[in-house]
């Protein structure tokens, strides 16, 4: 069950897109869901969409993988479609009952937003299962590093990052082991009433709590034991270089924004 | 009729992704009624994975698992019963400490086994006497116990359950010979003075050759060997192939042996070792 989660999961692979500098990776995505949130008609979101569709297909990630990253939105997406259904104004009035008038641009709109969740989960997720947790934080340091400027500490928070999604892994499998040691006395938190099962979950949570501290405390003194010190002075021993590949996609990139633009522009008024 | 049975136990981690393992394959076992069963294997050969299947935390891939003739997964509640029936201890079990007071945690199994207030109290200051916490200590918090303390109290929230089966996973991690030797000894009290099975998971010889009767070995996911203790050790070698080593009491009379002495070479715990001695120098054996 726990186990199923995705969000941050890394597969491993030698893909065109697991070559490519993390850097540009993230900016490209980043770009990608610009464009997603322009896109105005279905013309320019059905070519985001087969993009999307191609760059999994180079990535070589199953396509169940992906499908299940979209998993735990599933809610979202069908709350997000059924409000548009319903809220959304004018259009012709194909059926009614009691109270909700259903139209065909509630439809239009419901399924143009669904569309627009499932994209934008997908190619973040084609960023982390492409990209190691690492070379990500990485990346987002060096991205964001013009705002030391402003006296932020961005190294800090790239080691904040990395720390974090580095436990993800340990703490599922703490969860997983402090829930099977208090179902092996009998917790049950599968059946009862909600507030039954909230109180259930007490049982997993302090301990959870205090083995995060606990793990907290050895993992600083373990850093400081090996003298860090923050980032003052620090160098890498990879060092990020963008090459050929990077520069075309950056190209891609400005290509399929313009032509985003261009199908926003010539089809106007679809939505 | 044995007590816990398995038939072609198999399990498999990650199935359908590229991290797919078998963690346990084919193990068929039998434990009786009332037996000290130990389970032994290196790191990561599949034994923990073995015994969470024998209380239902973890389905099948393959294969059955009986309690008591009756196939644990026919319906949910045969699934739950197996949970009070068989009393499973993880390893390091003071990380699922989490009530305000001692007697509260030892009391989560047995409320959830809906028992009535009266038995719950009974079952926990029982539980509390075999691994020897003192009344004192029932009412602090866990948190404010020590390591050992609270390593019994996490045992006693199990044993409360009073369980058919008792299995431990490694009960002795992380603690010092006084606090093994305390642990182990406390096991064998339990046994002997409620009758139910121990299963005891190691990868200390040691601790196996002391106290169990039948020896189950795990390798590589599988069941490599089952017999007594003298069976296994006997098989000195694979032993070591395996990565797990005889009691160092065995080598030092294989060494003797192998000096020519007049001693016998299937010695596996201090005390056969101390009688062989006297026995060697002529000297009368303690009982």
Redesign the interface.
């Known amino acids: 069950m726990i ?1 199923d989660i995705t969000i941050g999961r890394y ?2 692979g030698n893909s065109l897109l697991h070559r490519l500098d993390p850097r540009m990776k993230t900016l490209v995505v980043f770009a990608m869901i610009i464009m997603l949130f322009l896109c105005k008609n279905f013309y320019s979101l059905g070519l985001m969409a087969l993009v999307i569709f191609i760059l999994s297909l180079i990535s070589k990630v199953p396509l ?2 992906l499908l299940k990253s979209l998993k735990p939105l599933i809610f979202i997406v069908i709350f997000t479609a059924v409000l548009n259904i319903f809220y959304t104004q004018g259009g012709q009035e194909l059926f009614k009952f009691w109270i909700f008038k259903v139209s065909d641009k509630g439809i239009y709109t419901a399924v143009f937003m669904a569309t627009r969740i499932i994209l934008l989960v997908t190619v973040s997720s084609l960023l982390t299962y492409t990209t190691t947790p690492t070379s990500l934080t990485d990346a987002l340091e060096k991205l964001m590093s013009p705002l030391k400027v402003f006296k932020i500490e961005v190294h800090t928070i790239a080691m904040m990052m990395t720390l974090a999604l580095r436990f993800i892994p340990t703490l599922i499998e703490e969860i997983d ?2 829930m ?9 938190w599968e059946s009862g009433s909600l507030i039954s099962r909230a109180k259930a979950l ?2 997993i949570l ?2 959870l709590f ?2 995060s501290f606990r793990r907290a405390y050895e993992l600083a003194f373990a850093m400081e034991c090996r003298c860090y010190t923050g980032g003052q002075g620090r160098t890498r021993m990879k060092q990020m270089k963008m090459r050929f590949p990077d520069f075309s996609t950056a190209a891609f990139a400005l290509l399929l924004f313009s032509a985003i633009i261009l199908l926003n522009l010539n089809f106007v008024g679809v939505i | 009729m044995p007590i816990i049975s398995t038939s072609g136990l198999t399990h498999v981690y990650g199935e359908n992704t590229p991290f797919k393992v078998a963690a346990i394959n084919d193990i068929s076992i039998e434990i009786g009624k009332g037996e000290f069963v130990g389970i032994i294997g290196h790191t990561g050969s599949g034994k923990s994975t073995l015994i969470q299947h024998l209380n239902g935390i973890l389905k099948p891939s393959a294969g059955k698992v009986f309690l008591e003739g009756k196939d644990i997964w026919e319906n949910k509640k045969s699934v739950r019963q197996a949970r009070f029936k068989v009393g499973l201890c993880f390893q390091y079990p003071e990380y699922q400490l989490f009530e305000e007071s001692v007697y509260k945690d030892i009391a989560f199994g047995p409320k959830n086994m809906g028992l009535s207030e009266k038995e719950i109290d009974k079952r926990v200051v029982q539980a509390a006497e075999y691994v020897g916490l003192a009344a004192s200590l029932l009412e602090k918090s866990p948190f404010d116990l020590s390591g050992g303390e609270k390593r019994r109290a996490a045992i006693a929230g199990v044993m409360a359950m009073q369980p058919a089966v008792l299995i431990l996973d490694e009960p002795t991690a992380g603690l010092d010979p006084r606090g093994r030797d305390k642990i182990l000894n406390l096991i064998k009290d339990y046994r002997e003075s409620t009758g139910s099975t121990v299963v005891l998971v190691s990868h200390s010889m040691e601790d196996v050759a002391k106290y169990v009767q039948r020896v189950l070995v795990v390798r590589n996911s599988r069941l490599e060997m089952q017999g007594s203790i003298k069976d296994i050790y006997s098989k000195g070698e694979l032993l070591k192939d395996m990565g797990l080593d005889v009691p160092q009491i065995t080598k030092v009379f294989e060494i003797l042996q192998g000096k020519g002495l007049d001693v016998r070479g299937d010695i596996f715990t201090l005390e056969e070792g101390f009688n062989e001695l006297l026995k060697f120098f002529g000297k009368e054996v303690s009982v």
Do not use: L
């Open positions: 186990r597969f491993p169940k993988m082991r402090i099977n040691a208090q179902k092996a006395r009998g917790a049950d007490i049982p302090v301990p205090i083995s």
